[in-house]
């Protein structure tokens, strides 16, 4: 019976071990702080860049027909900024 607890022991420390960075994440997500205006601006942009990739990604071969009607207002608005 304690050559299993220990077993078991051993094969927690391990898995711990291997996902440490997985767990930490998890439960102490990064705080993401802009410390001046330029980071926040620089934060915003690429923001808006993955939004608008994401967008462009969804268009596809069929263009803007794969687009609802509130995707194509907020693809225009983020074209505009």
């Known amino acids: 019976m304690s050559e299993y607890l220990i077993l078991g022991i051993i094969l927690i420390a391990v898995l711990w071990f291997f996902n440490k960075d997985r767990i930490k994440n998890k439960f102490f997500p990064d705080q993401h702080k802009n410390y001046?205006?330029?980071?926040?601006?620089n934060s915003d942009k690429r923001e808006r860049e993955?939004?608008?990739?994401?967008?462009?990604?969804?268009?596809?071969?069929?263009?803007?027909?794969?687009?609802?009607?509130?995707?194509?207002?907020?693809?225009?608005?983020?074209?505009?900024?």
């Open 36 to 41: 001046t205006i330029d980071d926040q601006f």
């Open 50 to 81: 993955k939004e608008i990739d994401r967008l462009l990604a969804k268009m596809g071969k069929n263009g803007v027909n794969d687009l609802s009607p509130k995707e194509r207002k907020r693809l225009d608005e983020l074209s505009k900024k």
